[in-house]
């Protein structure tokens, strides 16, 4: 019964090739997030998205996409994968007006070989 | 945004109270202050938010002054399970996107 869910939990991969990250939250939120934490540990805000809005990091490379088939789940596919795409991803959700409280994933450790 | 500034770690021993300071000096009026907890290989986990004075959880307290420079993450009688990073984090109740993790404070929790 885990409220946001990520698959895989690992993701190995060579350089070039498009992959997904699936997210899924049983928490009724009304919002999800995409974050990047890198090596050194900073988190950073990838994408925010509820059935109205989708807000994206300027940033954020367009060779990443969310895609929410609905309000329960957003994945995260990433096309031409990089070196420096390596990194855990970590999906979150929230609720109302109250964005501020986000609830995590276990998060996702991607190897860009 | 409110700039934030936090020990970057801190030692304890078992049994202590562990006071994390957390510094937002231009913390604006409508921003509240919120405190995240991440063990490795895991998400962050949400402690305790607050806006003014003192706040009171299960887990945690958190300490507000009247000018809202700055707040006090307090932990009661800290285990070794609660080696972890904490984040202190300043914004709107609304503001999900303007979410800004920086870099924590990781504490170590000694036998």
């Known amino acids: 019964d885990t409220a946001v869910s990520q698959t895989p939990k690992y993701l190995v991969t060579q350089m070039g090739n498009d992959k997904s990250i699936k997210c899924e939250q049983n928490l009724g939120h009304d919002t999800m997030y995409w974050y990047k934490q890198d090596s050194k540990k900073f988190l950073k805000i990838m994408f925010s998205?509820?059935?109205?809005?989708?807000?994206i990091n300027e940033t954020v490379p367009n060779r990443f996409s969310p895609k929410s088939p609905d309000k329960a789940h957003l994945n995260l596919h990433i096309n031409s994968l990089e070196l420096g795409d390596s990194a855990v991803y970590f999906c979150a959700s929230s609720q109302g007006t109250a964005k501020n409280i986000q609830y995590f994933g276990a998060g996702t450790r991607l190897s860009v070989l | 945004l409110a700039k934030i500034t936090q020990p970057i770690s801190m030692d304890s021993y078992e049994g202590q109270e562990v006071n994390i300071t957390c510094s937002h000096n231009?913390?604006?009026?409508?921003?509240?202050i919120t405190w995240y907890q991440q063990f490795p290989s895991q998400g962050p986990r949400f402690i305790i938010q607050?806006?003014?004075t003192k706040v009171t959880n299960e887990v945690a307290s958190l300490f507000i002054p009247a000018d809202r420079k700055s707040s006090t993450l307090s932990l009661p009688r800290v285990s070794l399970s609660d080696t972890a990073v904490y984040y202190c984090l300043v914004g709107e109740m609304g503001g999900g996107f303007k979410t800004i993790f920086g870099a924590g404070t990781r504490l170590f929790v000694k036998a």
């Open positions: 231009n913390i604006a009026t409508n921003d509240y």
């Open positions: 607050g806006y003014k």
């Open positions: 998205y509820n059935n109205k809005e989708l807000i």
